[in-house]
Nanobody, 119 residues
Framework: QVQLVESGGGSVQPGGSLRVSCVAD????????MGWYHQAPGNQREKVAS???????EYADSIKGRFTISREDAGNTVHLQMSSVKPEDGGIYYC?????????????WGQGTQVTVSS
């Protein structure tokens, strides 16, 4: 079974930058889409960014213009580059993978990586 392994979480000051990454271990082929959900403490989980195997990206309004998602052609690796971070960006970032073309339903989830925004 495919396992999504996140890395790169940590502490960052407001206005700073951080990159989180995700690798789909065990995937025999490229997943249709990969991306990230964000869950701040006490809030609902929100999809913040996704990217297809053709490079099409989508962003939530909350992070658009500040975060950039990218994907490597080999290895089912995805990155989320966070810039100009805000306190509300803190929380858990969950990587997801979607095998099925255009069904928009995640098939795999990572365990999450913690991002703490503090001064």
């Amino acid at each position: 079974q495919v396992q999504l392994v996140e890395s790169g979480g940590g502490s960052v000051q407001p206005g700073g930058s951080l990159r989180v990454s995700c690798v789909a271990d065990g995937a025999a082929r490229s997943l249709y889409a990969m991306g990230w959900y964000h869950q701040a403490p006490g809030n609902q989980r929100e999809k913040v960014a996704s990217i297809t195997n053709r490079g099409r990206t989508e962003y939530a309004d909350s992070i658009k213009g500040r975060f950039t998602i990218s994907r490597e052609d080999a290895g089912n690796t995805v990155h989320l580059q966070m810039s100009s971070v805000k306190p509300e960006d803190g929380g858990i970032y969950y990587c997801f993978g979607d095998e099925t073309y255009s069904d928009y339903v995640p098939d795999y989830w990572g365990q999450g990586t913690q991002v703490t925004v503090s001064s």
